[in-house]
């Protein structure tokens, strides 16, 4: 009987990928909003009943690809990180917005799921927060780690948080990822880091069309500016001129 559950939860399994990966196909020609469970299942050849026992509804199936995406997401960021030199706060750094532009660049209808308008009537459940928060967590460390060795030199300027609410909701950001660091810190690294979605943000849904065609490049050069505007130093082995 053991054998035989078994061998049920690994086709329960099997098709459940299977379902998963043809709507996230169909996310690239119907968006999430005209994402529909009756066309996987005729995709898939089964009838819309049989789908439904999988994922009982749309927003199941937009939850499963939603935790699968930002799952995906963090584990390219964190290997990005995992591959710098530790002391190199700078590189970590240039690595990791990499790692969130390339991933964006080859999955840009998942992105969009992830961050681009939100689906009508849809309330993402608790069970999306960790993955959301795989990318931020190493973010965070980054600065973290670098403040802790000392890395960091602030810039001096109008970043710190005189407006109401603001100093409660850094407070917030430094328990949750950036344990240790001053407010003025967290500041500049919310707005940086925000500022590396918004980056994003603009060349997958076309605001840079027929404005920025070298984007590779100021991408970078805008990674730099915004590692700067945390206090980060700059990557190990990188000219200063």
Not at 73 to 99: I, K, P, S, T, Y
Not at 103 to 119: F, I, M, R, T
Not at 124 to 150: C, K, L, N, Y
Not at 199 to 220: K, M
Request: aromatic share 8%; charged share 20%.
């Amino acid at each position: 009987m053991n054998s035989s559950r078994t061998a049920r939860e690994r086709v329960r399994a099997e098709l459940t990928r299977e379902i998963a990966e043809i709507a996230r196909r169909h996310l690239a020609t119907e968006g999430a909003v005209g994402l529909s469970l009756r066309a996987v299942a005729r995709e898939m050849g089964m009838s819309s009943s049989a789908v439904y026992r999988y994922f009982p509804s749309k927003d199941d199936l937009l939850t499963t690809l939603i935790i699968d995406g930002y799952n995906a997401l963090g584990r390219v960021v964190e290997q990005a990180d995992a591959g710098c030199d530790r002391a190199d706060h700078g590189g970590r750094w240039r690595a990791v917005c990499h790692a969130v532009r390339d991933w964006a660049l080859a999955h840009p209808h998942e992105y969009a799921l992830l961050y681009g308008s939100p689906v009508p009537g849809y309330q993402a459940p608790q069970d999306t927060v960790a993955p959301a928060m795989r990318d931020t967590i190493v973010f965070g460390r980054i600065v973290s780690e670098a403040h802790e060795a000392g890395a960091l030199t602030v810039p001096a300027g109008p970043m710190g948080t005189g407006a109401a609410g603001v100093a409660e909701d850094m407070a917030r950001v430094r328990e949750q990822v950036m344990p240790g660091v001053p407010d003025a810190v967290a500041v500049r690294a919310v707005t940086a880091w925000t500022g590396v979605f918004g980056w994003i943000g603009f060349e997958l849904f076309g605001q840079f069309n027929n404005v920025i065609e070298h984007r590779a490049a100021l991408f970078d050069h805008s990674v730099a500016a915004l590692g700067a505007l945390i206090g980060l130093p700059r990557p190990v082995g990188e000219s200063t001129a």
